[in-house]
Nanobody, 114 residues
Framework: QVQLVESGGGLVQPGGSLKLSCAAS????????MGWYRQIPGKQRELVAS???????SYADSVKGRFTISRDNAENTVYLQMNNLKPEDTAGYYC????????WGQGTQVTVSS
């Protein structure tokens, strides 16, 4: 059974930091492109960051310089370090695994508010 389990979300003040984790099981993790998406209710889910099997990364323009995606293939985990958070970063954050099949986690809420 494939599972992607996100953790690390929460409430943070503007300018603060959070680190999201996504632990994968049931897949050959090292072959998958891993991504973080976010979604606000009523809006389309958008790609925040992704990392290939070789470690190449890409970011949405809105998070470049503030967010860092990384992966640990030994732990089957992908991370998203989020710094200098802004209220507009408030959203549900979802982990995505993409290769032969596409899998999604259940999401973790990030709220940036004073």
């Amino acid at each position: 059974q494939v599972q992607l389990v996100e953790s690390g979300g929460g409430l943070v003040q503007p300018g603060g930091s959070l680190k999201l984790s996504c632990a994968a099981s049931g897949i050959a993790f090292r072959y998958y492109v891993m991504g973080w998406y976010r979604q606000i209710p009523g809006k389309q889910r958008e790609l925040v960051a992704s990392i290939t099997r070789s470690g190449s990364t890409s970011y949405a323009d809105s998070v470049k310089g503030r967010f860092t995606i990384s992966r640990d293939n030994a732990e089957n985990t992908v991370y998203l370090q989020m710094n200098n958070l802004k209220p507009e970063d408030t959203a549900g954050y979802y982990c995505n695994a993409d290769w032969v099949n596409v899998y999604w986690g259940q999401g973790t809420q990030v709220t940036v508010s004073s």
